[in-house]
Structures are given as C-alpha cells and as structure tokens.
C-alpha cells in the first residue's frame, strides 16, 4: 500500500509544480469591453506570455495585458504607442511621436479627441486601445509605469474561428 501512496503523493506534487511552473510564464485573460475593436473583441480569450519583458524590452504596437493603474485589481489590455522618452501628440483624429504621424492601419475610426503634446516618462508607456473613441487609455489617464505591465497578448484560443498567435503591428513613425 505504501508504493501507491507514494506514486499518488508523487503524481500530485509533480502535477501542482507543472501547473505552478505554467502559471509563472502564462497567463489566460479574457478581453471585456470594445476598446480593442477591430483587432480583439469582447469575450475574445487570449493566452498572455508574462516571460517575455523578462528578456526584452516592449516595443510599439505590442498589445499588453497589464494591471490598471488606478485600479491594480483591474486587467486591461491595450497597444503601446509611445515608449519612454517619446514625445507623444494626438491632433486633427491623428497620432504623432516626436512630430512623425504614426502609420495605424489597426485603428478604424480616427479619434476625436486632441491629447497636447507629452514627454512619455522614463519606465512608462504611453497605451491607446485601438477602438480610440471607446477606449480608458492613456488619452484619460495618462502613461502606464512599467512594473503594471503582465505580459504581452501572444495566443488567443476562443472563439475558435479566431484561434492563432496574435499579430503585433508594428507602427511606424513618419507614415503615410
């Protein structure tokens, strides 16, 4: 009897230190709202890679999960637009980083609102969600300290007919 318990005991404690190892460099988060329409919908489920600042810095148009700043119980999921030492503007329904327009063919309406030129701080980031006029971003709130960043939006399995790696645009300054 004592080699089943043990077999048992073994099997429960490898299981628990696989799925504690998984929950350490993945994350599942389900997308609430339509501030990322067109590229992510409501109820849309994503897998996050919370590894990968671990080894690299986030770059523009990645599409972060991250804890709300004014509410850390909060996640949300946004793209980067501006990194630190950015000067980011929002003018005429347009987005412009040190003066160059930034080419978003992501975004399907312009926004309608004007966000005055800012110097996005060392180890923050400036965030948009691509549905610019639904959207609590970093037009209302302001930038985004790096250490409520989780992780960047890699996978998204549900709705099946979406199912894939997720795309991360990469918007360039001095576009079209």
């Given at each position: 009897?004592?080699?089943?318990?043990?077999?048992?005991l073994?099997?429960i404690?490898?299981?628990?230190?696989?799925?504690y190892?998984?929950?350490l460099g993945v994350?599942?988060?389900?997308?609430?709202?339509?501030?990322?329409?067109?590229?992510?919908?409501n109820n849309?489920?994503?897998?996050?890679?919370?590894?990968?600042?671990?080894?690299?810095e986030?770059?523009?148009?990645?599409?972060v999960?991250?804890?709300?700043?004014?509410?850390p119980?909060?996640?949300?999921?946004?793209r980067?637009i501006?990194?630190?030492?950015?000067?980011?503007?929002?003018?005429?329904?347009?987005?412009f980083?040190?003066?160059?327009?930034?080419?978003?063919?992501y975004?399907?309406?312009?926004?309608?609102?004007?966000?005055?030129r800012?110097v996005?701080p060392?180890?923050?980031?400036f965030?948009?969600?691509?549905?610019?006029?639904?959207?609590?971003d970093?037009?209302s709130?302001?930038?985004?300290p790096q250490?409520?960043?989780i992780?960047?939006?890699?996978?998204?399995?549900?709705p099946?007919?979406?199912?894939g790696?997720?795309?991360?645009?990469?918007?360039?300054?001095?576009?079209p």
């Amino acid at each position: 009897m004592k080699p089943v318990i043990r077999d048992i005991l073994e099997t429960i404690l490898l299981t628990l230190i696989i799925y504690y190892g998984v929950q350490l460099g993945v994350q599942n988060f389900r997308v609430e709202g339509l501030s990322m329409v067109p590229t992510l919908h409501n109820n849309q489920y994503l897998i996050v890679n919370k590894l990968s600042y671990r080894f690299a810095e986030p770059q523009r148009g990645d599409i972060v999960v991250f804890r709300f700043p004014h509410d850390p119980r909060r996640d949300f999921i946004k793209r980067i637009i501006a990194l630190p030492g950015e000067a980011v503007e929002v003018r005429d329904g347009r987005v412009f980083i040190n003066e160059q327009l930034l080419d978003e063919p992501y975004v399907r309406a312009p926004p309608r609102y004007n966000y005055s030129r800012r110097v996005v701080p060392d180890g923050e980031y400036f965030v948009l969600g691509d549905n610019r006029n639904n959207s609590s971003d970093s037009h209302s709130w302001g930038s985004l300290p790096q250490e409520y960043v989780i992780g960047k939006a890699w996978f998204t399995y549900w709705p099946l007919n979406w199912f894939g790696p997720l795309s991360h645009y990469t918007p360039v300054a001095g576009g079209p």
